[in-house]
């Protein structure tokens, strides 16, 4: 069953479901133990402070690629409503792994759970695009071969979170570099990403995260 009408409800849904997740990330920034100094307090904050800002640039990506997306997808069916619940049941998860992260203060399994949080909200938002933009579901702006050009984009940082999160023993600072380097790259490359992924005929409509 095709419901062209729930297009924008599942926009509307999703944007408020991004914003209440990224005000659930400051919650975890709280004063230490009474009595201390407020240098103490942001020297102890600090691990908590930079997982903080890595998970908001994180789901910013997501939700910029999210509100992209749906201007390729016309008609919404039960089926994509229910893929695109479980992508933001894992971007709603994504606060607890960012307050393990911050409050371990980079411990192995923490990391490794971050990558995991992150590799399943790629996965997913891959399988909504595709999903999502089947003939009877895509817009007539999806032009030929930017379908799979914006899955391969969006499924590279899957690649980069597993090899980081195989590197993680060795390495734990330059794991949590890789995930930062992924939506990073997409802000400062949006615009080659756009045209690489959306051809000269789509330049002007474009797909970016």
Known sequence: MNVNSSKTRIEAFSDGVFA???TLLVLELKPGEDGASAHDMIVHAVPKILSFVLSFVVIGSYWVAHHRMMHFIKTVDRTLLWLNLALLMVVTFVPYPTALVGATHGELDAVRLYGATLMTANLLGT?????????EH????????????VAAIHAAP????????LLAPAAIFFTLACYAAVPLFFIFAGRWVDRLTAGSAAVSSGFQR
């Open 20 to 22: 209440i997740v990224i």
């Open 127 to 135: 399988v909504l695009w595709l999903y999502g933009t089947r003939p």
């Open 158 to 165: 899957i690649v980069v979170y597993a090899i980081a999160i």
């Open 138 to 149: 895509r817009a007539d702006s999806l032009v030929a071969g930017q379908r799979w050009r």
